[in-house]
T-cell receptor, first 113, second 111 residues
């Protein structure tokens, strides 16, 4: 157990639908990062939050959004889902903005049918 | 631009043989460097990291990596591979706001 908790572990949904992925960071970590892992794109950085504020954006689609709540858990919202959104979505946490140590959760496998 | 290159997509070794996985990075400042391992269907586990100091870094599971600034490399090594080491290995550089990952090297171990 890495200390980073992601739910659900698996999600199957239809095209056009909306889903929410949840991440609880390791205790004491203020930064949360979201990554997407797909066969064709590899591991792609989506977005970072630090202590409730968005700090950096990567290759995140406009159909996707995220937020970090006061208790530091984060949610990644994916809407108008397409087949190509099927991927593993990872959350990672670190203490600082520039993470000297990143701890990853076990991921949420999203399948869009 | 910041980037990480893992030139070997797939490596096959026999159990007990030595292993070296290559990683080259492009980063303007002094890099934070990481190696992660991912078993099938699993998350990413940190093997080791380099921030500063001794350029030879020891990690978990008997892995080590050497930072060579002149070659912009951070190769991962293990003297004797076990069948349980079969997995995908990712090298990453820590940029100011994220990790930049290489494309990964899939390690296959034959008995």
């Amino acid at each position: 157990d890495s200390g980073v908790t992601q739910t659900p572990k698996h999600l199957i949904t239809a095209t056009g639908q909306r889903v929410t992925l949840r991440c609880s960071p390791r205790s004491g970590d203020l930064s949360v990062y979201w990554y997407q892992q797909s066969l064709d794109q590899g591991l792609q950085f989506l977005i970072q939050y630090y202590n409730g504020e968005e700090r950096a954006k990567g290759n995140i689609l406009e159909r996707f959004s995220a937020q970090q709540f006061p208790d530091l858990h984060s949610e990644l919202n994916l809407s108008s889902l397409e087949l190509g959104d099927s991927a593993l979505y990872f959350c990672a946490s670190s203490v600082a903005i520039q993470g000297s140590g990143y701890t990853f959760g076990s991921g949420t496998r999203l399948t869009v049918v | 631009a910041q980037s990480v290159t893992q030139p070997d997509i797939h490596i096959t070794v026999s159990e007990g043989a030595s292993l070296e996985l290559r990683c080259n990075y492009s980063y303007g400042a002094t890099p934070y460097l990481f190696w992660y391992v991912q078993s099938p269907g699993q998350g990413l586990q940190l093997l080791l990291k380099y921030f500063s100091g001794d350029t030879l870094v020891q990690g978990i599971k008997g892995f080590e990596a050497e930072f060579k600034r002149s070659q912009s490399s951070f190769n991962l090594r293990k003297p004797s591979v076990h069948w349980s080491d079969a997995a995908e290995y990712f090298c990453a550089v820590g940029a100011t706001d994220k990790l930049i990952f290489g494309t990964g090297t899939r390690l296959q171990v034959f008995p």
